[in-house]
């Protein structure tokens, strides 16, 4: 990558960040407690480097204490609130402290164009037997049979380059709040639904005569644009060739137009909730993980609208020279496992929804015999049924026209009332 670009890339990580942070909703007492100085002790044993909160207490129950328990050494985990910027002070200092870092995809990009990450092979993602591989090749990669098809094939969204591996599935998603569902001998007589019928598709989001009502909407352009050319007409594979056109970015905004008008902006993700909850607005788009929390956790009546979601994917990644190269590549195959990112999946609650689509798979086996297992299932971005007319983020082009994007959507957005 450039010297230009990966510059690019650490000013716009910046929205990245705050994005995911939104999604995993990593507390700000997780946050301020970030461990990324090199100038801690080296641990004894593996270290890995996660965003905190929930998030993080679900990878050490589904990947950290199976794996600890299979090989018998310890797992350090630290608080991270960008993996990049505290490695290259890592690489500064001379001693790389972490071995395992939680990525986005630009980080992906950036790390390994930067060296600050390393090339996985491809046979990290092939199926362990019943116990993990625990004899390495001179590299410390865990020796596995390759399995065809591809690897590749398995992934819901595509690696960024050689430097991750799969871990987790997020979107950005339309929804609103379902109508109470009334017992039978109850003779009260019901309120009035809200509209004739139920949402569809992504475009009823943006039609306000069928559907009326305030919509509430992220401060950031990112998956809105997306959506607003798909209820354009545009197909999911197409929506990023058109925004590549000098009329990509006006037809997204002409789409939006409408909506501007009485649109409430959140900052947080938990924000996009509670305006639904509270009925402060009648549709809105928010992340998927915040919704499997508000209906798992909080019993909300919140309804999905799949068709149409923006989703992108979490990546593991292998810090270069990291001290524990060995058991790091072992956690990494464990981790990226179909059983262990199903794992993941059922003790987040459903927030976090696989990666791969024979975890998704191994789920859905479970929700034949399980009505909670069927209820999680139909929670994740990641389950086939709502997978049809989904689009995969493109980082390549967020990289590109990002700021520009940003730029027009603040622009859009004023004049307006102080941030939610």
């Known amino acids: 990558m450039p010297r230009k670009s990966v510059q690019k890339a650490r000013r716009l990580g910046a929205i990245g960040l705050a994005v995911i942070a939104l999604w995993l909703g990593a507390p700000a007492e997780a946050v301020a407690a970030a461990d990324e100085?090199?100038?801690?002790?080296?641990?004894?044993g593996l270290v890995i480097a996660s965003w905190g909160g929930a998030y993080m207490e679900a990878q050490q129950k589904a990947l950290g204490r199976p794996w600890e328990r299979a090989n018998g050494q310890k797992i350090e985990w630290r608080v991270h609130t960008g993996a990049l910027g505290a490695?290259?002070?890592q690489r500064a200092a001379g001693r790389i402290v972490w071995d395992i870092v939680d990525v986005l995809p630009h980080e992906a990009r950036a790390g390994c164009a930067e060296g600050l990450l390393a090339p996985l092979p491809e046979a990290l993602l092939a199926r362990a037997g019943k116990r993990p591989p625990r004899k390495t090749d001179r590299s410390g990669t865990p020796h596995v049979a390759k399995e065809t098809p591809s690897q590749a094939d398995d992934l819901i969204v595509p690696r960024p380059n050689?430097?991750?591996?799969?871990?987790?599935i997020s979107s950005l998603v339309a929804f609103y709040k379902s109508p109470r569902k009334q017992a039978r001998r109850r003779r009260k007589r019901r309120p009035a639904p809200i509209w004739k019928s139920a949402p569809k598709t992504i475009a009823d989001f943006f039609d306000l005569k069928r559907f009326p009502g305030k919509r509430a909407l992220p401060r950031r352009p990112n998956g809105v644009l997306e959506m607003a050319l798909l209820a354009d007409g545009v197909a999911p594979e197409k929506i990023y060739d058109v925004l590549k056109t000098d009329t990509g970015l006006e037809r997204a905004f002409k789409r939006l137009a409408p909506l501007r008008k009485g649109a409430i902006f959140w900052r947080r993700g938990a924000k996009a909730v509670e305006l639904i909850e509270n009925e402060v607005a009648r549709f809105a788009l928010g992340y998927s993980a915040r919704i499997a929390e508000g209906v798992a956790e909080r019993g909300l009546r919140l309804a999905p609208l799949w068709d149409g979601q923006v989703i992108e994917a979490e990546w593991l990644a292998l810090a270069a020279d990291a001290p524990h190269r060995a058991a790091a590549l072992s956690f990494l195959h464990h981790a990226a496992q179909p059983e262990r990112q199903a794992a993941l999946a059922l003790a987040s609650g459903g927030r976090i929804a696989p990666a791969r689509k024979s975890a998704v798979a191994l789920l859905a086996k479970a929700?034949?015999?399980?009505?909670s297992r069927r209820g999680l299932l139909?929670?994740?971005?990641?389950a086939p049924d709502n997978l049809q007319r989904a689009v995969i983020v493109d980082p390549a082009w967020w990289l590109a026209h990002g700021e520009e994007a940003l730029k027009r959507y603040r622009a859009w957005m004023a004049p307006e009332a102080p941030g939610r």
């Open 37 to 44: 100085s090199p100038r801690r002790a080296p641990a004894p």
């Open 87 to 89: 490695l290259r002070r």
């Open 162 to 168: 050689k430097c991750a591996l799969p871990l987790a």
């Open 367 to 371: 929700a034949l015999r399980s009505k």
């Open 378 to 382: 139909a929670r994740l971005p990641s």
